[in-house]
């Protein structure tokens, strides 16, 4: 029993290895209705992103982040690599910051570095802590990333890309041992 949980645990942590958020660069041009923009931010989150959290977006979540300033507005309902980057941050922040928080932070790495480094910033520390939750899981050894340097104007993109990835690991190892736990009750009554 307790080696099916350790090799679901293992498979899981090698679907990880491969994920990958969309950089600036890899966003699309053009401009996006929000049926459009909900389909391509939740694609590109699902593969982390997993349970009762679906939708992931909807059309009143971006209505809101219009009216509390964390994205521009639309031009003639229409969005672009901007909003896309945006929505992308916030849905997977808000896993584990409030909004204001996130408002804060954007704000914050906006004036520090501009949005298009401050967004790919996110992907790379987003990526490196899912590798590194990806290693956990499959029982790998891995330079882990709170050994590294980090400047102050980084903590906090830093902490809540870790915080994101251990908060998946979690809830992946708790889904697993619930099933465990329910097998083994199963069992025992049999």
């Not at 959290?53 to 969005?79: D, E």
Request: hydrophobic residues 40%.
């Amino acid at each position: 029993m307790m080696e099916k949980m350790r090799q679901q645990l293992v498979e899981w942590g090698e679907e990880l290895e491969t994920f990958r958020l969309p950089h600036w660069e890899d966003l699309p041009d053009l401009d996006l209705y929000m049926d459009q923009v909900r389909t391509l931010v939740d694609r590109y989150l699902s593969p982390v992103i997993q349970g009762d959290k679906h939708p992931l977006l909807t059309s009143s979540m971006v209505n809101n982040y219009v009216k509390l300033g964390l994205i521009p507005a639309p031009i003639k309902k229409r969005y672009n690599k901007e909003h896309v980057a945006f929505l992308i941050a916030i849905t997977t922040l808000k896993q584990v910051l409030t909004i204001p928080e996130i408002k804060e932070g954007i704000l914050f790495q906006g004036k520090v570095i501009g949005i298009r480094e401050a967004y790919n910033l996110f992907c790379d520390e987003q990526e490196a802590a899912i590798r590194m939750v990806s290693s956990l899981a499959q029982g790998k050894a891995y330079p882990q990333l709170l050994h590294q340097e980090t400047s102050v104007e980084y903590i906090a993109v830093r902490s809540a890309t870790l915080s994101f990835a251990m908060r998946l690991l979690a809830e992946k190892t708790i889904i697993l041992e619930t099933e465990y736990l329910h097998e083994e009750k199963t069992n025992e009554k049999q």
